[in-house]
């Protein structure tokens, strides 16, 4: 099983920076990405990034691309999503995800195998 722990959300003004962090304290299923999605109230949720643990490959949504970056720190099995110049249709629920999703799947979450339970993020502006 894999334990994802997402966690450093919060309400910020738009222009405003915050970083989510994403624990995996479990790791017993090979996986070879882990990503970020985000759910607004009402809609589907939707692709963020995603790093591929093997060679460090990063894709972003076009609508986050230049202001989000992800990043790991494979000593403490963390993944991070450092997000700057937040706008308020950032607002959502963010997930923390992992799997082995092919190439073209990249951005599906059907994907991924397991996920957090959320960690929301409220830009007002």
């Known amino acids: 099983q894999v334990y994802l722990e997402e966690s450093g959300g919060g309400a910020v003004q738009a222009g405003g920076s915050l970083k989510l962090t994403c624990v995996d304290s479990?790791?017993?299923?090979?996986?070879?990405?882990m990503g970020w999605f985000r759910q607004a109230p009402g809609k589907e949720r939707e692709f963020v990034a995603t790093?591929?643990?093997?060679?460090?490959?990063?894709y972003y949504a076009d609508s986050v691309k230049g202001r989000f970056t992800i990043s790991r720190n494979s000593a403490k099995d963390t993944v991070y999503l450092q997000m700057n110049s937040l706008k308020p249709e950032d607002t959502a629920v963010y997930y923390c995800?992992?799997?082995?999703?092919?190439?073209?799947?990249?951005?599906?979450?059907?994907?991924?195998?397991?996920w957090g339970q959320g960690t929301q993020v409220v830009v007002s502006s």
């Open positions: 479990g790791r017993t299923f090979s996986r070879r990405a």
């Open positions: 790093l591929m643990l093997s060679g460090g490959n990063k």
């Open positions: 995800a992992a799997g082995s999703p092919i190439l073209s799947a990249l951005r599906n979450p059907s994907a991924y195998r397991s």
